[in-house]
Every structure is written in structure tokens, then in C-alpha cells.
């Protein structure tokens, strides 16, 4: 393995104009030296079925490839109803399955969220954490990168320009690839 550390990026969100890609795109600007961020959209993973995870479809083959040659997850998830979107969710499930084949063991990531309202995807992250915790996903505590208000903070061109988001993001990046080394000097 190189010595760069490799981000996977997986938004939470299948919007055109999502503000937690633009989130995502926003740490590739942010990165620390010697790591990349790849970003994983999640189209076409159809709804999870047990019956099917013996031989899953294609894309979900290409994720689980995706998760283990990265050294690093960065999760960028919109809060729907208080929780993380069905859709992220879902594809979590499929990653994790079938038992004993998770791609997720071990993972260092680190988890950030856009939302409209003040709370910025609070709840929602406090979920996936708690996902986490079974996938065996070592998440990073701080900083936590919570952006309300999100139709006011990114520009026409989904850039985000509220600095003290910028800079937690900036911090959360540096924490997620310190913690990739240290696991990789572990193994
Ligand atoms: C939302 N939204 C939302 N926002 C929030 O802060 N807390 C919530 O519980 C919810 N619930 C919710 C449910 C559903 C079904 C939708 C579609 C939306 C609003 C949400 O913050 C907004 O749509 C964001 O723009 C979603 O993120 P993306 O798509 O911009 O990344």
C-alpha cells in the first residue's frame, strides 16, 4: 500500500444540487497533504434484500471495492426525519453483508452533514454513529461538523462559504488521516 492515505467520500444524498456533495467537494479543496478524497455516489443500489446478498448487484460489488482499498470513509449525510436517509442507509446495509464479508471492519471515518435546519444533521449523526458502532467503523469524535442553515451558507456555485465550517472541516480531515496512519502503522 502507498503511503498516501485514501478517502473514500460517500454523500447521503441523490440531489443534483446537494448540499452534503457540496460538502464533500469542499474537503477535496481542504485535504491535507499526502491524501486524496474520491467521492462514491449512491445511484442505482436497489432496496436490500437477504435473499440477494449472496450474489449482490454490480454497483454494490463496486462499492464494497471501493470501501476496502480506501484507507479512510468520510460520510456526508443530510438528516431526513431525524435520522440518516434511507438510501445511505441502505447502502450501508449491503456493505456489511453477508455476515462475514462486511467490507466495513476496522474503517477509520469521519462523519459531517449539511442540513436547512439550525441543527445541521445533528440527530442524523448521532444515528450513524450509533451504525458505527456494529460495523466495527472507528469514527472520529471532534471536531463535529454540523452546517445549519445550509441555504445561507453555500453560494450559487454550492460553495461553502461560512469560514467556522470550513476550518472544522479543515481540523476533521487532519484528525480522520492522523488516525489512518496510526491504524496503518498498527497492522
Ligand atoms: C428533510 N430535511 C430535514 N432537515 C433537518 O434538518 N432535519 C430533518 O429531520 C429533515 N427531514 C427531512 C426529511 C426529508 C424526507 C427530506 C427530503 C428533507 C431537509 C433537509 O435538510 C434538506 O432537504 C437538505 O437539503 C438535504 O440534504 P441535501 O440533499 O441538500 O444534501
Not at 467537494?25 to 446478498?53: C, M, N, R, W, Y
Not at 454513529?129 to 453560494?155: H, T, W
Request: glycine fraction near 6%.
Amino acid at each position: 500500500m502507498s503511503q498516501e492515505i485514501r478517502i473514500l467520500g460517500i454523500a447521503g444524498s441523490l440531489r443534483k444540487a446537494s448540499y452534503n456533495r457540496a460538502l464533500l467537494k469542499t474537503a477535496q479543496e481542504l485535504l491535507p497533504g499526502g491524501s486524496t478524497l474520491d467521492i462514491f455516489e449512491l445511484h442505482g443500489i436497489p432496496v436490500f434484500s437477504e435473499d440477494e446478498e449472496q450474489n449482490p448487484p454490480e454497483k454494490v460489488k463496486d462499492f464494497k471495492k471501493r470501501i476496502r482499498a480506501a484507507d479512510a470513509i468520510l460520510f456526508a449525510t443530510p438528516e431526513y426525519n431525524y435520522s440518516i436517509p434511507g438510501g445511505l442507509k441502505n447502502a450501508i446495509d449491503w456493505a456489511s453483508r453477508p455476515y462475514g464479508d462486511s467490507a466495513w471492519i476496522g474503517k477509520p471515518a469521519a462523519i459531517m452533514g449539511a442540513s436547512l435546519a439550525r441543527t445541521g444533521t445533528a440527530r442524523a449523526q448521532y444515528h450513524l454513529r450509533q451504525v458505527c458502532v456494529y460495523l466495527d467503523v472507528e469514527v472520529i469524535n471532534k471536531p463535529e461538523v454540523m452546517v445549519g442553515n445550509a441555504s445561507e451558507v453555500f453560494d450559487a456555485n454550492g460553495r461553502l462559504t461560512h469560514e467556522t465550517s470550513r476550518k472544522a472541516i479543515q481540523e476533521l480531515l487532519q484528525a480522520l488521516v492522523a488516525r489512518a496512519h496510526l491504524l496503518r502503522t498498527a497492522k
